[in-house]
């Protein structure tokens, strides 16, 4: 072997080792950031961070009124603007799994598509057609586009981690049925349980009292101004929102 040649292989050698070293070293790829702000956005963040997940939120905003505490274990970063900036606050460097799911088509596929080009996010979900009607999920991939299904949506972005009891509720429910926020303003409720309420073919997800989530909510009773989660056909939700409102 040549004096010249040695210095060549050597360097060769330590540009492996460094790339080896990177890989091995580098953070693990385990969080995951979730783009939107609705109801059913707001569960998953939840259960995800609940079952031990590590979870960003980035809530798109246009003023500093709309800012709410973060769910427990859950870094939330409230942004104008979706772009490159929000992403690296998130966390994007670290992610494995990237779901935008704003009501804007082209802000989800565009937040996608930064993430995959500038993080090298390995998974991205978009949010599609949303304001015509039942939601539809996409995986963005190298080869294009692929439609999945809500329930895909939600083991795709579990990765490895089991689905805790919860989680796996949520994921069994379809896009056709709505999930909504309703607060408790008659005082014909006040007192009673969550099973006391004219549910007909909705079912309670969750009940919050003044911001914070109340655990065993079904032996609750319950006050004024607490907020009902519910879900069910949209027909059946308004029914139920006037009566909530009514005296």
Do not use: Y
């Not at 104008?80 to 804007?104: E, F, M, P, Q, Y």
């Amino acid at each position: 072997m040549s004096a010249q040649a040695m210095p060549s292989a050597g360097h060769q050698l330590f540009g492996w080792l460094v790339r080896v070293a990177s890989r091995v070293f580098s953070s693990p790829r385990s969080r995951v950031i979730i783009v939107g702000s609705d109801v059913r956005v707001r569960l998953l963040v939840t259960e995800l961070a609940a079952a031990g997940k590590e979870v960003s939120l980035i809530k798109p905003v246009t003023s500093a009124t709309a800012q709410t505490k973060a769910p427990l274990g859950v870094r939330v970063i409230h942004s104008s603007r979706i772009g490159a900036v929000a992403l690296d606050r998130a966390g994007a460097k670290t992610a494995s799994c990237l779901l935008a799911a704003t009501t804007d088509d082209a802000v989800n596929l565009e937040v996608c598509c930064e993430a995959r080009r500038r993080f090298r996010v390995p998974v991205v979900i978009a949010r599609t057609s949303h304001l015509e009607g039942p939601a539809n999920w996409a995986r963005l991939k190298e080869t294009g586009t692929v439609r999945i299904t809500w329930a895909d949506t939600v083991r795709t972005v579990l990765g490895e981690t089991s689905p805790n009891a919860n989680l796996s509720h949520l994921a069994s429910i379809s896009d056709q049925e709505q999930i909504v926020d309703l607060e408790i303003e008659s005082p014909v409720f006040v007192g009673r349980k969550v099973t006391d309420l004219p549910l007909n073919d909705c079912e309670v997800l969750a009940l919050t009292r003044r911001g914070n989530s109340v655990f065993d909510f079904g032996s609750v009773e319950l006050r004024m101004n607490d907020v009902v989660t519910l879900v069910g056909p949209r027909t059946a939700l308004g029914i139920i929102r006037e009566s909530f409102a009514s005296l």
